[in-house]
């Protein structure tokens, strides 16, 4: 497109998505993050539409492995989750808190993403499954040598729908826990 200030403005939002799903499908990250950056400017003011973009900017910067951007755009989301829930569709804030608690995990602040996660649990294990969030959330416990919670939050995992694999492997860790402390 020659002339992008010639389109309006639909269009040019419609311009900035697609530009943006097509450089991050070429691994092209920065034109993507410019592309997103564009469509930010655009709908400034206008947080229930931001969060799309946000949390785009926060895979593509997990994806690069540059933990506290990815972390600074998913905390923004959260913020508006936080904010005015009912503003956002449930697959965005649900996707917005595990991303948030996974970027945590991954740049070290295990302790944080239990917030992350807890919340995720707490707001949608009613509507859907939850096991895999359930099984992150034992895991922290778990390597941080609490087996007490641990054991806590995974028992939770067997009233879960489709957890069967989730809780078989909380149940190796327990056991293979219990045995290490009976023989050292």
């Known amino acids: 497109i020659a002339n992008a200030k010639s389109l309006s403005e639909s269009e040019q939002i419609e311009r900035s998505l697609v530009f943006a799903s097509v450089a991050e499908k070429q691994e092209k990250y920065d034109m993507a993050i410019l592309a997103l950056n564009d469509l930010i400017e655009q709908w400034k003011g206008k947080p229930e539409l931001l969060t799309e973009p946000w949390l785009r900017l926060s895979r593509i910067h997990q994806k690069q492995k540059k933990f506290d951007q990815a972390l600074a755009w998913s905390q923004k989301a959260i913020a508006v989750i936080k904010q005015t829930p009912t503003l956002l569709k449930e697959s965005t804030a649900r996707e917005a808190l595990e991303l948030n608690g996974d970027l945590l995990v991954q740049s070290g602040k295990s302790a944080e993403a239990i917030d992350s996660y807890k919340l995720l649990i707490e707001k949608f294990s009613e509507d859907a499954s939850v096991a895999s969030i359930r099984y992150k959330l034992g895991k922290i416990y778990f390597d941080g040598q609490n087996i007490r919670d641990a054991t806590r939050v995974w028992t939770d995992l067997k009233s879960d ?10 149940d190796e860790q327990l056991a293979e826990a219990k045995w290490q402390s009976k023989y050292n």
């Open 161 to 170: 729908k489709g957890s069967e694999l989730w809780t078989k492997m909380a």
